[in-house]
């Protein structure tokens, strides 16, 4: 009888070894798509299989089912990850979104209402509402940056943040604080702030928003936030409530960078104690 178990699954497992690798990459050309849109259809990214940039990886799906049952479970259904017949379709989980990360795979439009309706003083730059590399998969956390920029004026980054460098391309944020408490609403989609988070389904760029506030960053430290001007500090405590209030995101979850980061020391904004920060938050 044992023998009987053990020789199945070691079939099973000779099957599905040889599936992964039989194609010497992804299971299917079809497959090779952007991590970001794989998750959003309810597929797992496998990076390293598939030829082309970065994002783009090897998308599989452990929920491939015909697409009017995934609909009938209160999922939805994605084409084009599933092997076989048009109507099997990758199932996403869906029907419920209660609780922390709503909204789901939309582009943040009510970010300037959030902060206005907090008081808070809010520059909309111009194209924010369609900026993006794609929709936000959810907001389930929060990440505080510090933009390392020049050590005066009150948004000098705006630029940098918006476009991106030559290595990166922008949004690098969807929002920026500048030093007089002013917020600047820059992006409504995926922004490239955070890089490899110790959880991506929080704190990715896909799942989580970022806020670069205007700051040299000097000196490093991770204690109180005496190098900061309060206005800017208190406005930076202010904005991020309501954000939480707005996406039902919790105080643990909003993280600095250099806590969100791995691997561990690879950044250190912001420079202030985010033990502090988080204690005002409520
Ligand atoms: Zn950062």
């Not at 990360?101 to 907090?118: E, H, Q, S, Y």
């Not at 924010?128 to 980054?157: C, E, L, N």
């Not at 490899?196 to 704190?203: A, F, G, R």
């Not at 109180?224 to 991020?240: F, M, N, R, T």
Request: hydrophobic share 35%.
């Amino acid at each position: 009888m044992h023998c009987v178990i053990l020789l199945s699954t070691l079939f099973s497992l000779i099957a599905v070894y040889t599936q992964v690798t039989s194609a010497a990459g992804c299971w299917s050309a079809n497959a090779c798509i952007d991590k970001g849109v794989c998750s959003n259809r309810g597929g797992t990214s496998l990076a390293g299989l598939c030829p082309g940039a970065a994002n783009i990886q090897c998308c599989s799906c452990s929920t491939c089912k015909d697409a009017a049952v995934c609909r009938s479970g209160g999922g939805t259904p994605y084409a084009g990850i599933c092997p076989g017949a048009e109507n099997i379709q990758c199932c996403k989980k869906g029907g419920s979104t209660s609780g922390s990360g709503k909204p789901v795979n939309t582009m943040l439009t009510g970010l300037a209402d959030i902060l206005r309706t907090a008081g808070l003083k809010v520059v909309e730059v111009a194209g924010w509402k369609t900026r993006g590399h794609g929709v936000m998969s959810s907001v389930k956390g929060i990440i505080v940056h510090h933009t390392a920029g020049p050590a005066t004026g009150d948004f000098p980054s705006l630029a940098v943040v918006r476009d991106g460098t030559s290595s990166l391309k922008g949004p690098l944020a969807q929002l920026g604080l500048g030093r007089t408490g002013t917020w600047f609403v820059i992006a409504a989609g995926r922004s490239y702030h955070a890089g490899s988070t110790i959880d991506d389904s929080i704190y990715g760029n896909s799942n989580a928003i970022g806020i670069e506030a205007e700051a040299s960053g000097l000196p490093a430290t991770n204690s109180g936030h005496a190098h900061w001007p309060e206005v800017q500090y208190q406005s930076y405590i202010k904005g991020v409530k309501a954000l939480q209030k707005a996406y039902g995101v919790p105080t643990a979850r909003v993280l600095g960078h250099k806590e969100a980061a791995v691997p561990k020391g690879r950044k250190i904004d912001p420079n202030f104690s985010m033990d502090e920060f988080r204690s005002k938050l409520g």
